[in-house]
């Protein structure tokens, strides 16, 4: 095939809208990346994105729900379109001989995202050129695309992200990424709302993440300055904040209260009986206020885990997302001693049972942190996300060299994160919220693109999750 020839292309959109919008986006820019330009030649061109209609002259890339044309329902089965997920299809087109069609199907907008995820992140990486055992991606529309037809759909409801908001440097690198590795939900924790949370809230509804604003009940960096005393004060202290600056803001709220303490008691009192009473009370008005409201109870199980019947009795309708469960991925604390990670999947499987029929989430971690000794709080409202070359610059020099090291251990230790995450599929009995806490300063790094993975689906192999994760052209190593 001579080299204008593999522009021959046009991507057809059924809507122009949300996610569906981003996928065209995102398929125009990665395709563009291997046919609008010729090595060493001075010439500009550009790939064709029209609204589908009943006529396809060429070889097209169509992107849509299943629902949105009729032409889906003559190209592919609906039950090749799982709930909640997508369908890829390579073909022959019956519409013009000597042509292709790739269709990217979703049951949603969101999902009709993730095929062109899948078409442009691992169909192109799987079936670039294969010559003398190389791989020559840069050929890949020089030659006609193999056939292929895939369908998947999420295991997990909520594949979600915990991040502060001051180390995020770029807002819409930072959904982007997210989004790509199939994360549908940001948790961002600040002592101040941004001043451009709504502007960040409505860009991550574009590409189909909701966004959870967090702030503390009563959590502190040393949870020993919670005044045990003075709860009723604090109760209404977080009412008066929900109402006064998150009401309305996002799609729910995520706390953390002062069980993150290596003790049992605090002040003379059992931290497990204490923090169920507070948060149920605290929820509960809540709740009565706005019985649709979504909060989420970011856990430490550091002080309860003796004492996890106390949790058992928190409101069914506050999700609780459990931290600190034990060793890697669960905590910073990598090992490969099999009785420690045997001890983390019993309390995984008890904190599971001990709630049968609600939504369960475990945060998992050996990702970049804060470093506490130098951590410094918001100095007030702020924007969030819109940092200078010099500060992205700064940050990125900082910390590379601190992924290189996390990265070593996900390279040889990932494996036990797929194990608990089958565990907890195999245990839930409600939804599941798959969150991992990461500062990731907008790039994709292997770790958290692994772990996108594996919460989309803990029952591939992990064989096949790190050979997917890998061949990723845009996945970043440090």
Not at 189 to 197: G, Q, R, S, T, Y
Not at 372 to 391: C, K, L, N
Not at 456 to 471: G, H, M
């Amino acid at each position: 095939m001579k080299q204008p020839e593999k522009r021959n292309w046009k991507i057809l959109y059924t809507d122009f809208t949300g996610p569906v919008k981003r996928a065209v986006e995102l398929v125009a820019k990665e395709m563009g990346g291997y046919i609008l330009r010729d090595a060493g030649v001075y010439c500009v061109n550009v790939l064709a994105v029209e609204k589908l209609s009943d006529s396809i002259d060429k070889n097209a890339v169509i992107i849509g729900t299943f629902d949105s044309h009729p032409l889906f329902g003559k190209l592919i089965q609906r039950e090749e379109v799982p709930q909640n997920g997508f369908a890829v299809k390579v073909l022959d087109s019956p519409f013009k001989e000597g042509t292709q069609l790739v269709l990217l199907c979703g049951d949603t907008p969101s999902a009709a995202f993730y095929a062109a995820c899948h078409f442009v992140d691992d169909y192109l990486s799987e079936f670039a050129l294969l010559r003398n055992g190389l791989r020559f991606p840069w050929e890949t529309f020089l030659h006609p695309l193999p056939a292929y037809t895939f369908s998947t759909a999420p295991k997990a409801k909520t594949r979600s992200l915990f991040t502060w908001g001051h180390p995020i440097n770029n807002y819409r690198k930072t959904i982007e990424t997210l989004a790509r590795l199939k994360f549908n939900q940001i948790i961002v924790w600040n002592d101040h709302l941004p001043v451009n949370a709504e502007e960040f809230t409505e860009y991550a509804h574009s590409f189909g993440l909701s966004v959870i604003w967090g702030f503390a009940w009563g959590w502190f960096p040393d949870c020993k300055k919670a005044d045990l005393s003075k709860l009723g004060a604090l109760k209404e202290a977080v009412l008066r904040t929900y109402e006064t600056v998150y009401k309305g803001k996002g799609d729910g709220i995520y706390f953390q209260s002062f069980t993150e303490l290596s003790q049992a008691t605090l002040q003379g009192r059992l931290i497990a009986d204490v923090v169920t009473e507070f948060v149920n009370d605290t929820a509960g008005e809540l709740l009565k206020r706005e019985p649709n409201l979504l909060i989420q109870f970011g856990l430490h199980a550091n002080s309860v885990k003796n004492h996890t019947e106390y949790l058992a009795k928190i409101d069914p309708r506050v999700q609780i997302i459990w931290e600190n469960c034990g060793v890697f991925p669960y905590s910073h604390e990598f090992t490969d001693d099999e009785a420690e990670r045997r001890e983390t999947e019993d309390f995984t499987r008890l904190v599971i049972s001990q709630r049968p029929g609600t939504d369960v989430g475990m945060v998992f971690k050996g990702m970049l942190k804060q470093d506490w000794p130098h951590f410094e709080h918001q100095a007030g409202p702020f924007i969030m996300g819109d940092s200078s070359r010099a500060v992205i610059h700064h940050d990125m020099d900082i910390f590379t060299p601190i992924w290189r090291f996390l990265q070593s251990e996900w390279l040889t230790k990932g494996d036990f994160a797929h194990r608990l995450a089958g565990i907890v599929l195999e245990e839930a009995t409600a939804d599941i919220n798959f969150c991992v806490a990461a500062h990731i300063a907008d790039e994709p790094w292997y770790p958290l693109a692994l772990c996108g993975e594996i919460f989309w689906d803990p029952a591939v192999s992990y064989k096949e999750i790190v050979d997917k994760v890998s061949k990723r052209r845009w996945v970043k190593f440090a």
